[in-house]
């Protein structure tokens, strides 16, 4: 061999060696699971043979998929399978464990969520109880598992029962039992919703084994936003079974981020705080406020040996929920990176009574919904449940606001130390989960509880003494005014809290003056929907009216014999007392008198848009005294006539599509006054805008008057009135039914919106027998008439399609693109029906 290649040799150890001699030893994860998904069964007392069992599930479920059952949202099957309530169930798993599991210094069986009161079983030792489905519950089993065959059975309790029992036990009457189990309130079943009681492990379950010790969560807040920074505080949630000292790392790869330090443990559960900037952060912003930038950041927790790691994508902004005295009452406005914020949006109730059937096509779904319908908040109403990960990682990847209620709606709950110790710990641990999440605007602590002790009349109804109010008020104090802010104080940094919504009941004067606002004198209170204009306050939180859901649901879940308005069956599915009486009255005011079932469902749905419509652009109107509008509700949970925008399989109703024209970042508004109209813009942009203002008057004939052609300027978030149209000046027919006022901005996008003088029903439309031509192009619809056309419904029962736009006017002369989702649609397969084909 050469001395150079003996050279060149030596020089390559030489080179390998230092690499190989600094090489760290590969650490070992600090926590493994093994998922326990698969092999469950399940049985109700009644029965001795189990049947399989889908874990996450329920009850109802898997009785379903064995076909134990019907389906329970079909006809009057829900009356008939009440049994299913009144029952115990036994879910049964016998499964292997991992061996590497058997090595952990700690080793847990981890209930994510389980509905309700669970009997847990393993190996035959009573491993514990659980009373709250709302909770995550860890077991220790280090010394119960064993290798081979493992036993786990757990049994739920009926919670009707041990309603009865926990209220036989107080010495006065609360409003409603549901209220001592922490259930999904809406299961019990509400005035859109049906009993179903379902039972089961609803969400993951594993064992988990840790070594060492485990990051359990990471959570960032904005502490402040400035001139090319923005200053970040993290707060690490960490497990350690031992005194040590750990090092700690937080990367953010876009920005450069990377910070390092150390903290020393103790045993136990305790939390890490450190504060680091970011420069020239790109922030998040709400919909149609800017984008909703996300950053991944990454933290690595590990000694010499273990490592520990945690992921979360979070938005650098600030938010803070704006309160303060003013000379019309007190404000209430979400403000995000300083900026005020409109809110436009609905009140989400769950997407299913079934909720394991609810999966992540379902929530993309929603959120396409949302987002089309130029959303950019959502209260998640207090009823309900709290929602996945998932649902929240969409809200923030698509600039929603999320308002969440704790889980509390409608009644009085008990205040005993074992009921407020359980919601304790509920509420931190959902706090410390969702607040993570950029898109949280605020937490609140119950739905119309206050509301309702105040002005519902309970006090009387249930025979309450003084002794005993003062009791049950107390409670709510407890719990609403002390627990729950605490712990959103200490859990959500940065995050406001307001204690119940609505601030004041309807019938108070206050409700229009300070505060967020239910506005339900119209619907309860049977008032006309012109009273929007004079009832609305700072934040209108809720408000809403009734429309039936689409055809195709109403027929795919009810037997055609029974689609009659009264028919016992159909009304199985309007839970509301007095609901298709309350549309009747409504549509004798407003709309055209159907003829027959199919016409009422299309009726009410115009009537329902109609009305909404008309609150959205009342209280658009009056920004910035009102700040936002969420209307009731966004979605359903099963089929049901109710005051959804959308139905339980997510059809758009009338209702959503005019939705989404009332919530664009522009909208041009007239209000009727004396003997005139005045013509104004609201802009939702924060820049300024620049247009060209047209108000033009138009016959249902299609004859037009131009009345203003200029060109204006929108400051940034502006509102105001820009145009008078003087009745004096164009001498027209008094009574005004056979004329509509267009006004439309023309600059980088057109903004259009019609004014009627007169009620629907009121109209003198022209028939549409021949006149309204309809053309098909690639995927895009066609429309133009020679008259007028009102409330125009396209759809096609050969070949069901959507529209981006539907239920629409269109302008005797003018052309109406729609763009639909499929290509294979010919012209001569459209129907449609219109208020038109009502005329005289």
């Given at each position: 061999?050469?001395?150079?290649y003996r050279?060149?040799?030596?020089?390559?150890?030489?080179?390998?060696?230092?690499?190989?001699?600094?090489?760290?030893?590969?650490?070992?994860?600090?926590?493994?699971?093994?998922?326990?998904?698969e092999?469950?069964?399940?049985?109700?007392?009644?029965?001795?043979?189990?049947?399989?069992?889908?874990?996450?599930?329920?009850?109802?479920?898997?009785?379903?998929?064995?076909?134990?059952?019907?389906?329970?949202?079909?006809?009057?099957?829900?009356?008939?399978?009440?049994?299913?309530?009144?029952?115990?169930?036994?879910?049964?798993?016998?499964?292997?464990?991992?061996?590497?599991?058997?090595?952990?210094?700690?080793?847990?069986?981890?209930?994510?969520?389980?509905?309700?009161?669970?009997?847990?079983?393993?190996?035959?030792?009573?491993?514990g109880?659980?009373?709250?489905?709302?909770?995550?519950?860890?077991?220790?089993?280090?010394?119960?598992?064993?290798?081979?065959?493992?036993?786990?059975?757990?049994?739920?309790?009926?919670?009707?029962?041990?309603?009865?029992?926990?209220?036989?036990?107080?010495?006065?009457?609360?409003?409603?039992?549901?209220?001592?189990?922490?259930k999904?309130?809406?299961?019990?079943?509400?005035?859109w919703?049906?009993?179903?009681?379902?039972?089961?492990?609803w969400?993951?379950?594993?064992?988990?084994?840790?070594?060492?010790?485990?990051?359990?969560?990471?959570?960032?807040?904005?502490?402040?936003?400035?001139?090319?920074?923005?200053?970040?505080?993290?707060?690490?949630?960490?497990?350690?079974?031992?005194?040590?000292d750990?090092?700690?790392?937080?990367?953010?790869?876009?920005?450069?981020v990377?910070?390092?330090?150390t903290?020393?443990?103790?045993?136990?559960?305790?939390?890490?705080?450190?504060?680091?900037?970011?420069?020239?952060?790109?922030?998040?912003?709400?919909?149609?406020?800017?984008?909703?930038?996300?950053?991944?950041?990454?933290?690595?927790?590990?000694?010499?040996?273990?490592?520990?790691?945690?992921?979360?994508?979070?938005g650098?902004?600030?938010?803070?929920?704006?309160?303060?005295?003013?000379?019309?009452?007190?404000?209430?406005?979400?403000?995000?990176?300083?900026?005020p914020?409109?809110?436009?949006?609905?009140?989400?109730?769950?997407?299913?009574?079934?909720?394991?059937?609810?999966?992540?096509?379902?929530?993309?779904?929603?959120?396409?919904?949302?987002?089309?319908?130029?959303?950019?908040?959502?209260?998640?109403?207090?009823?309900?449940?709290?929602?996945?990960?998932?649902?929240?990682?969409?809200?923030?990847?698509?600039?929603?606001?999320?308002?969440?209620?704790?889980?509390?709606?409608?009644?009085?709950?008990?205040?005993?130390?074992?009921?407020?110790?359980?919601?304790?710990?509920?509420?931190?641990?959902?706090?410390?989960?969702?607040?993570?999440?950029?898109?949280?605007?605020?937490?609140?602590?119950?739905?119309?509880?206050?509301?309702?002790?105040?002005?519902?009349?309970?006090?009387?109804?249930?025979?309450?003494?003084?002794?005993?109010?003062?009791?049950?008020?107390?409670?709510?104090?407890?719990?609403?005014?002390?627990?729950?802010?605490?712990?959103?104080?200490?859990?959500?940094?940065?995050?406001?809290?307001?204690p119940?919504?609505?601030?004041?009941?309807?019938?108070?004067?206050?409700?229009?003056?300070?505060?967020?606002?239910?506005?339900?004198?119209?619907w309860?209170?049977?008032?006309?929907?012109?009273?929007?204009?004079?009832?609305?306050?700072?934040?209108?939180?809720?408000?809403?009216?009734q429309?039936?859901?689409n055809?195709?649901?109403?027929?795919?879940?009810?037997?055609?014999?029974?689609?009659?308005?009264?028919?016992?069956?159909?009304?199985?599915?309007?839970?509301?007392?007095?609901?298709?009486?309350?549309?009747?009255?409504?549509?004798?005011?407003?709309?055209?008198?159907?003829?027959?079932?199919?016409e009422?469902?299309?009726?009410?749905?115009?009537?329902?848009?109609?009305?909404?419509?008309?609150?959205?652009?009342?209280?658009?109107?009056?920004?910035?005294?009102?700040?936002g509008?969420?209307?009731?509700?966004?979605?359903?949970?099963?089929?049901?006539?109710?005051?959804?925008?959308?139905?339980?399989?997510?059809?758009?109703?009338?209702?959503?599509?005019?939705?989404?024209?009332?919530?664009?970042?522009i909208?041009?508004?007239?209000?009727?006054?004396e003997?005139?109209?005045?013509?104004?813009?609201?802009?939702?942009?924060?820049?300024?805008?620049?247009?060209?203002?047209?108000?033009?008057?138009?016959?249902?004939?299609?004859?037009?008057?131009?009345?203003?052609?200029?060109?204006?300027?929108?400051?940034?978030?502006?509102?105001?009135?820009?145009?008078?149209?003087?009745?004096?000046?164009?001498?027209?027919?008094?009574?005004?039914?056979?004329?509509?006022?267009?006004?439309?901005?023309?600059?980088?996008?057109?903004?259009?919106?019609?004014?009627y003088?007169?009620?629907?029903?009121?109209?003198?439309?022209?028939?549409?027998?021949?006149?309204?031509?309809l053309?098909?192009?690639?995927?895009?619809?066609?429309?133009?008439?020679?008259v007028?056309?009102?409330?125009?419904?396209?759809?096609?029962?050969?070949?069901?399609?959507?529209?981006?736009?539907?239920?629409?006017?269109?302008?005797?002369?003018?052309?109406?693109?729609?763009?639909?989702?499929?290509?294979?649609?010919?012209?001569?397969?459209?129907?449609?029906?219109?208020?038109?084909?009502?005329?005289?």
């Open positions: 061999m050469s001395p150079l050279l060149k040799i030596s020089f390559l150890i030489l080179s390998i060696l230092p690499f190989y001699s600094c090489t760290k030893p590969k650490l070992e994860p600090s926590l493994q699971i093994q998922y326990l998904h092999g469950w069964t399940v049985k109700s007392d009644a029965d001795t043979v189990a049947c399989p069992a889908i874990v996450p599930g329920n009850s109802y479920h898997d009785y379903l998929q064995a076909g134990r059952i019907p389906d329970p949202f079909y006809a009057d099957n829900e009356k008939k399978l009440q049994w299913m309530d009144e029952t115990n169930w036994h879910y049964s798993l016998t499964f292997e464990v991992d061996s590497a599991l058997f090595k952990a210094e700690m080793l847990h069986l981890v209930f994510e969520g389980l509905d309700t009161y669970a009997e847990i079983t393993f190996n035959d030792s009573l491993l109880a659980t009373n709250n489905m709302y909770r995550k519950y860890y077991f220790s089993i280090e010394q119960l598992i064993k290798p081979g065959k493992n036993h786990l059975q757990i049994t739920f309790r009926n919670p009707l029962e041990i309603n009865q029992q926990k209220a036989a036990e107080l010495p006065y009457s609360l409003p409603d039992s549901r209220v001592f189990t922490r999904a309130p809406y299961q019990f079943g509400w005035d919703g049906p009993e179903l009681l379902t039972a089961g492990i969400k993951p379950v594993y064992l988990e084994a840790v070594n060492d010790f485990v990051v359990r969560n990471l959570q960032l807040q904005t502490v402040e936003i400035g001139e090319g920074f923005a200053t970040l505080k993290a707060f690490i949630e960490i497990e350690s079974f031992h005194q040590q750990i090092k700690l790392e937080l990367r953010q790869a876009e920005t450069s990377s910070e390092s330090f903290a020393k443990l103790n045993p136990g559960i305790q939390r890490v705080e450190h504060i680091f900037q970011v420069q020239n952060p790109e922030l998040w912003w709400p919909a149609g406020y800017g984008e909703p930038h996300l950053y991944d950041f990454k933290l690595q927790a590990k000694t010499s040996q273990v490592i520990s790691s945690q992921l979360l994508s979070y650098i902004r600030t938010v803070e929920l704006v309160q303060e005295n003013d000379s019309i009452g007190r404000s209430f406005y979400v403000k995000v990176n300083g900026i914020i409109f809110a436009k949006g609905a009140n989400y109730i769950p997407q299913d009574n079934l909720l394991n059937r609810v999966d992540s096509a379902r929530h993309k779904s929603l959120f396409q919904r949302v987002t089309d319908a130029n959303m950019n908040m959502l209260r998640i109403w207090g009823g309900g449940i709290y929602e996945d990960d998932y649902f929240y990682d969409l809200a923030d990847q698509h600039g929603i606001l999320i308002w969440q209620d704790f889980m509390y709606a409608c009644a009085m709950y008990p205040g005993d130390s074992a009921f407020l110790n359980n919601a304790a710990i509920e509420a931190e641990q959902q706090i410390k989960r969702i607040s993570k999440h950029s898109s949280l605007a605020l937490w609140c602590g119950n739905n119309e509880i206050d509301n309702g002790w105040k002005d519902w009349g309970w006090q009387k109804q249930y025979t309450y003494s003084a002794s005993d109010s003062a009791r049950i008020y107390q409670d709510y104090q407890a719990l609403f005014e002390a627990i729950l802010p605490k712990l959103v104080h200490q859990f959500a940094p940065g995050i406001s809290y307001h119940s919504s609505p601030t004041y009941g309807w019938g108070h004067p206050e409700a229009l003056t300070h505060g967020d606002s239910h506005y339900w004198g119209i309860w209170g049977m008032e006309n929907f012109e009273n929007y204009r004079f009832k609305t306050g700072r934040f209108m939180s809720e408000y809403g009216f429309g039936f859901p055809e195709q649901i109403l027929k795919k879940y009810i037997p055609e014999k029974n689609l009659h308005l009264y028919d016992s069956v159909l009304l199985i599915h309007q839970k509301h007392p007095t609901g298709n009486q309350t549309i009747e009255v409504y549509q004798e005011k407003y709309m055209p008198r159907p003829r027959n079932f199919s009422q469902v299309y009726i009410s749905q115009v009537l329902q848009a109609y009305g909404m419509e008309a609150g959205i652009r009342f209280h658009r109107m009056q920004k910035p005294v009102c700040m509008t969420l209307y009731w509700q966004l979605n359903d949970c099963w089929p049901v006539i109710s005051w959804s925008g959308l139905d339980y399989e997510y059809h758009p109703k009338a209702l959503h599509y005019r939705v989404a024209e009332s919530f664009r970042d909208m041009p508004w007239a209000k009727e006054a003997d005139e109209v005045i013509i104004g813009i609201n802009s939702d942009i924060n820049q300024e805008v620049t247009g060209k203002l047209t108000v033009t008057l138009i016959d249902f004939q299609g004859e037009k008057k131009l009345v203003c052609d200029s060109l204006i300027q929108l400051k940034p978030l502006s509102n105001g009135d820009f145009y008078h149209f003087n009745y004096a000046e164009y001498p027209v027919d008094p009574v005004r039914n056979a004329l509509v006022l267009e006004f439309r901005l023309e600059g980088e996008k057109t903004y259009q919106n019609i004014h003088f007169q009620r629907p029903r009121n109209l003198v439309l022209s028939p549409v027998d021949d006149t309204i031509e053309s098909i192009r690639e995927d895009s619809i066609f429309i133009t008439s020679p007028l056309v009102k409330s125009l419904y396209l759809y096609s029962d050969a070949k069901p399609f959507e529209a981006s736009d539907n239920y629409m006017d269109v302008i005797p002369g003018e052309t109406l693109k729609v763009s639909i989702n499929r290509k294979d649609l010919e012209a001569k397969e459209l129907s449609y029906r219109c208020l038109n084909q009502f005329a005289d």
